[in-house]
C-alpha cells in the first residue's frame, strides 16, 4: 500500500509524486503528480491513446516529420561535438550493431544504390580525386602485388564476414592533416569498419 501524503508534504519533502488514497475525477485511485496535481494513471492513459494517434498521424505524414526532425536537428547542432565526445564508445557500439542486423544491412544496401545513382558525377570525381591522391602517394618502385595482396585478405574476410566488416586502412592517412602517409604496403591495414571510424576521429581531432 502507497502511504498517503498530502500535496504539501510531497512538496515540502522534494518528492514528484504524492497519494490521497482519494479517487481522481475518472475514478482512479493512484498517485499524482506533485508539480500540476494531475493523476498518475489519468496521464498513463493519455499517453497510451495519445501514443497511438500520434504513430499513425506521422506515419500518414512522413514528409512533414522528416522536416520537423530536420529542424530540429539543425538547431541541435551545435550540441553535437561535446554529445559526441561524452558518448563516443556508446555511438560506435551502436552504429555496429545497427550494421551488424542483416535487415539494416539490406536496408544500408538499397539506399547506398539509390544514393549512387542519384550522386553519380559527384562520386566520380571524388573516386578521380582519391585516385590522383592515392597516384602522388604512391612511389613508383611500389610492390603493386604485395597491396593487391593486402586488398584481397580484406575482401576474403569481408566474404566471410557476409558484409562489409573489413576495411583496408592507410596506418598513417595519405591525406592527413598534419603528416601524410604512403600508399604502400607497409602503411595498409586490414582493420575492421568500427576501428577505421574510431581511427578517424582520433586524426580529425
Ligand atoms: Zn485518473
Redesign the pocket.
Known sequence: MIKIITRKEAKSQGLSRYFTGKP?????V?ERQTSKGG?I??KKQWEKENSQYYKEYWSKNKDKAKEIWTKHNQKRRHLWPEYYAKNKSKIIEYQEQYRNDPINQEKIRQAKTVYRKENKAHLNALKAAYKANKKGATPHWVDHKTIAKRYDECKRLNDEAGYIKYHVDHIVPIRGKKVCGLHVPWNLQVITAKENMQKSNKFDG
Do not use: L, M, T, V
Open positions: 481522481c475525477c475518472n475514478g482512479h493512484a493523476c494513471d489519468c
